[in-house]
Every structure is written in C-alpha cells, then in structure tokens.
C-alpha cells in the first residue's frame, strides 16, 4: 500500500484530498504547513507527495528544494492555484515531476498520482507462460485453455493474471493493477479491478465463491497463489 503526504493549507482541499485517497486504499499523512509537510518527508519517507506552492512557513518552492538537495527522489505532485506558466516551470526546475492546477477534478489528480507510483516502481519480469491446476495460459498467443478446452478471456483478464503471476504470492493493490493494466489515461476506478478480478474468477477457479487462486486480502487488494 503506497503511502501518500499531501500538504496543503486549505483545511477543505487537504480533507478531500485525504478522504478521496483513502477511499482508493492509500495510506494518507497530511500537514498544513510546509514546515511540518518538511519534518514528515524526513521521518516518514512517503512514496509520494501532493505539494501545495503556497505554504505558511516553508514554500512548496522551498521544499521541492531542499528534498532534491538532498538527493530525496520521492515523487512530487504540486498543486497551485496560480496560471501563470512561470510558477510551474519553476516548481518543476526545483525538482516537482507533475502538477495539478486548482480547482482540480479529482479524477485527473488520481491518475497522475497512479502514473507517477508507477514510474517510480521499478520494472517486473512478466512471465510468458503460466500453468495451475488445469489452466494453462500463453501470454504471448493470448490462449487459454481449462480442463484442456479453449477458455475465452479477454486481453485485459491476461494483462490482469500476468502481472499477479509477475509478484506470485506478494499483495498487489488495486492501484498497482490499474497502473500497470489499465494506464492513467482512461481514469478507471478501483471498482474496475474488482468486476475483473470477479469475472477471471469465474473463468479460472473451481469455485469462484471459495477462490484459491485469486484470493483477495481485505482493504489492500490481491494475491495470485499457483
């Protein structure tokens, strides 16, 4: 579960923020000052963090360099309120990797926090092939069979059941799936993972109600067990 430090000093911005990523499974720290935002950088090591530029205390200028100084390279979102393209060449001289211009829609925030997660993970090793039980399944033909009969799946069900069987027996969230299948572009939702992981689990369990395979742990998301 990534874990996410937003700072921002509008207390309804920051608690929407805050509900909204919780809502998506992420662990959520905040601050409203950007000296506090600083102290947590240090002692929490967030995966990322959403950066108000207008900060009491500490700037979001100033923060973006003093991380970058320090050869902190977790991923930076700004947020600002200003249109200028000054200020978001430079919060992006400093450091930042992307940001969203208020007012934001949540959808869009969303999916760039998921492009910039997955851009800091580093790569897997798909597998070409993966056999259980009597599934069989060619990524590369994408063919599929159960029981030896062609079992019809979808290109997204494959991409879905390739990248589990990548971290096999690891704990994959949700948003890790719809980084890695679905891409930020489309702005899919986490109810998206769960309709197709119900779906693969109808086409590759024995019992889709008692799934050994595709086993879900609870509040994090899934686990792929041969």
């Excluded at 205390?57 to 249109?83: D, N």
């Excluded at 925030?109 to 910039?116: E, G, S, V, Y």
Aim: with cysteine; net charge negative; charged share 30%.
């Amino acid at each position: 579960m990534s874990l996410i430090l937003a700072i921002e000093d509008d207390p309804a911005i920051l608690r929407g923020l805050a509900d909204n990523l919780r809502f998506e499974s992420y662990e959520v720290l905040t601050a409203t000052d950007g000296q506090s935002g600083y102290a947590l950088i240090r002692e929490k090591h967030p995966d990322l963090i959403i950066l108000d530029l207008m900060l009491p205390k500490l700037s979001g200028y100033e923060i973006c360099r003093k991380v970058r100084a320090e050869g902190i390279q977790i991923p930076i979102l700004m947020l600002t309120a200003r249109g200028e393209e000054a200020d978001r060449v430079l919060g992006l001289d400093l450091g930042a990797d992307d940001y969203v211009a208020k007012p934001f829609s949540i959808r869009e925030l969303l999916a760039r926090i998921r492009a910039l997660l997955r851009r800091a993970q580093p790569a897997k090793s798909l597998p070409d092939e993966l056999r259980f039980d009597d599934v069989v399944l060619n990524f590369l033909s994408y063919e599929a069979t159960k029981g030896g009969q062609p079992l019809e799946m979808t290109r997204k069900e494959f991409a879905i059941l390739r990248f589990l069987a990548s971290r096999a027996g690891e704990v994959v969230t949700r948003d890790e799936l719809l980084n890695e299948v679905w891409g930020y572009e489309n702005y899919p939702t986490t109810r998206t993972v769960d309709n197709h992981i119900a779906g693969l689990r109808g086409k590759i369990e024995r019992d889709s109600a008692d799934p050994q395979h595709l086993r879900t742990v609870h509040g994090v998301g899934y686990k792929f067990v041969p």
